[in-house]
C-alpha cells in the first residue's frame, strides 16, 4: 500500500489519508509525503470517495474491514472500495471460506452440494478449506464455459448463493435473480440495496458469518413455496430496476438534468 500511497501524492496530487497497524510507519510516510494519517480503518475510510485496502491475508482484510473499528463501519454510501489483497482472490471479498463452513455445516442435517462457477487456486484458501471441512466431493467447480451454460446451471440450482464480504453492485446477483433462482446473499457493501428486502426479493444474512449463511439457505430450502415466490419477486425486480434499457433511460435522465443545470 505504501507504493500506492505515494502514486496517489507525488503523481496524482491527491488528499490521501492513510492508516497502518504501525503508527510510526504512517506518521513517517505522512512527514515526507504529506497528507494525513488515521488511527483506525474506520477513521481513515470516513468521507473519503475511494478506499484502497491493501493487505496480505485475508484474516488482515477482515479486520481492517469488519472489525470493530474496520472500514465498512464507517464508509459513505457511494464510496467505491478497492481491494487490493494480495491473498488469493477467489476468497478475500467473495466470501468464498463462509460459504464452504456454511456448506459443511448444512450437510451435517441434510444433504447438500454446491457448484461455484469461478476457477480455484490450486494453492487458495478455498481448497485448504474443501479439505479442512471434507468437502471435495461435494463442490463441483465450473468454469471456461458460455454464457447459456451459466444460465443452465442457475435452471438447474435449488438455491443462488452471493456470500461476498463487500459489493461495489455484484453482477452475480442480478444474474442470478433474472434466472428466477432463489437468491441468498449477505448485506454486504451495497448487495442489500441491489437485491431488496430480506424475505421478499432475496433471502439475506451479515457478512462474513457462516452460521447465519447457513441458517438463511437451511430457511430457503425448508420453504419451497416461499422460496418460489421470492425467486419469481426477485427476477421482477431485475426487470424493474436492473435491464440496460432501464439503465440507458437513468442515464439520459442524468444526462438531462445536469444540462438543464448548465
Not at 456454511?102 to 461455484?116: F, H, N, W, Y
Not at 447459456?148 to 442470478?176: D, K, M, N, T
Not at 433471502?203 to 415466490?229: H, Q, S, V
Amino acid at each position: 500500500g505504501l507504493y500506492l500511497a505515494i502514486l496517489l501524492r507525488k503523481a496524482g496530487g491527491h488528499d490521501v489519508t492513510v492508516y497502518n497497524r504501525n503508527p510510526e510507519k504512517a506518521k513517517q510516510w505522512k512527514a515526507e509525503y504529506g497528507g494525513n494519517t488515521a488511527a483506525t480503518p474506520a477513521e481513515a475510510a470516513k468521507d473519503q470517495d475511494i478506499v484502497f485496502c491493501c493487505v496480505g491475508r485475508d484474516s488482515d482484510l477482515r479486520e481492517v474491514t469488519l472489525g470493530a473499528n474496520g472500514a465498512f463501519g464507517a464508509i459513505k454510501k457511494g464510496a467505491l472500495f478497492v481491494d487490493h489483497t494480495t491473498a488469493s482472490a477467489d476468497v478475500a471479498m467473495k466470501g468464498l471460506a463462509y460459504l464452504l463452513e456454511a456448506v459443511a455445516k448444512i450437510r451435517t442435517e441434510r444433504p447438500c452440494d454446491l457448484v461455484i462457477i469461478g476457477k480455484p487456486k490450486e494453492e487458495g484458501r478455498a481448497m485448504r478449506t474443501l479439505e479442512q471441512y471434507g468437502l471435495t466431493d461435494a463442490v463441483q467447480w465450473v468454469y471456461g464455459v458460455s454464457d447459456e451454460r451459466i444460465v443452465e446451471l442457475y435452471a438447474e440450482a435449488e438455491l443462488a448463493v452471493v456470500p461476498s464480504l463487500y459489493e461495489g453492485f455484484s453482477l452475480p446477483a442480478i444474474e442470478a435473480q433474472c434466472s428466477g433462482v432463489p437468491l441468498v446473499a449477505t448485506t454486504g457493501g451495497t448487495l442489500k440495496e441491489v437485491v431488496g428486502p430480506d424475505g421478499e426479493t432475496a433471502f439475506t444474512c451479515p457478512p462474513g458469518d457462516a452460521a447465519a449463511l447457513a441458517a438463511r439457505i437451511n430457511y430457503a430450502m425448508d420453504n419451497p413455496e416461499l422460496a418460489a415466490k421470492v425467486g419469481a419477486a426477485g427476477r421482477q425486480r431485475v426487470i424493474d430496476n436492473w435491464t440496460w434499457r432501464h439503465t440507458a433511460e437513468k442515464t439520459v435522465e442524468q444526462y438531462r438534468i445536469r444540462l438543464k443545470q448548465g
